[in-house]
């Protein structure tokens, strides 16, 4: 199996900041990588897939990038908003998700 | 608008049989560009990908569940089912079942139901 190693596991910033959080693969998965966000209590909700390609709806101050076994996902200015946790997941074989990185206010 | 709605009991005793079914709305579930699957959340953890269905039957899970885990399909109701044996308490989370586009990404998603599992 492919093993997703996410990091931060949580994070501290303030409003307005640039956030990064990186996943790294265990193996060459291609562009096969896709990131959530999961607000408590919700369903996770689909931001960024194929590593860089924003969903349909998503506000452009949500990115990805990266292909092969590296991978980063950015917010440009952080909002109240996007208070959640995120999580990368691959797609290269069976799908398999990142262990979460828990995004929190400063 | 697409919508998955999961249901099945909240509660389930340990070493019986955990069931649940997903309804779509809005869509059927016959289309040929998706699949259809289930993915757990323990309360305080991590999303776990349990399986997924393809409408013809076709079906793929995670290795770590694969001897626990049956899904099928209904295309007549446009409903999925999970079903997992043998449950502990391990098996205490929401599940969630959702859209997957062929490729494994994951784009509709029901609210989740928690299931626990104790006698």
């Known amino acids: 199996d492919i093993q997703m190693t996410q990091s931060p596991s949580s994070l501290s910033a303030s409003v307005g900041d640039r956030v990064t959080i990186t996943c790294q693969a265990s193996?060459?998965?291609?562009?096969?990588l896709n990131w959530y966000q999961q607000k408590p209590g919700k369903a996770p909700k689909l931001l960024i897939y194929?590593?860089?390609n924003l969903e349909t709806g998503v506000p452009s101050r949500f990115s990805g990038s990266g292909s092969g076994t590296d991978f980063t996902f950015t917010i440009s200015s952080l909002q109240p908003e996007d208070i959640a946790t995120y999580y990368c997941q691959q797609y290269d074989n069976l799908p398999f998700f990142g262990q979460g990185t828990r995004l929190e206010i400063k | 608008q697409l919508q998955l709605q999961e249901s099945g009991p909240g509660l389930v005793k340990p070493s019986e049989t955990l069931s649940l079914t997903c309804t779509v709305s809005?869509?059927?579930?016959?289309?040929?560009?998706?699949?259809w699957g289930w993915i757990r959340q323990p309360p305080g953890k991590g999303l776990e990908w349990i399986g997924s269905?393809?409408?013809?039957?076709?079906?793929y899970y995670n290795p770590s569940l694969k001897s626990r885990v049956t899904i099928s399909v209904d295309t007549s109701k446009n409903q999925f089912s999970l079903k997992l044996s043998s449950v502990t308490a391990a098996d205490t989370a929401v599940y969630y079942c959702a859209r997957l586009r062929v490729a494994g990404t994951m784009d509709y998603w029901g609210q989740g139901t928690l299931v626990t599992v104790s006698s």
């Open positions: 194929d590593a860089s």
């Open positions: 193996q060459d998965i291609s562009n096969y």
């Open positions: 809005g869509g059927s579930i016959s289309s040929s560009s998706y699949y």
């Open positions: 269905i393809y409408y013809s039957g076709s079906t």
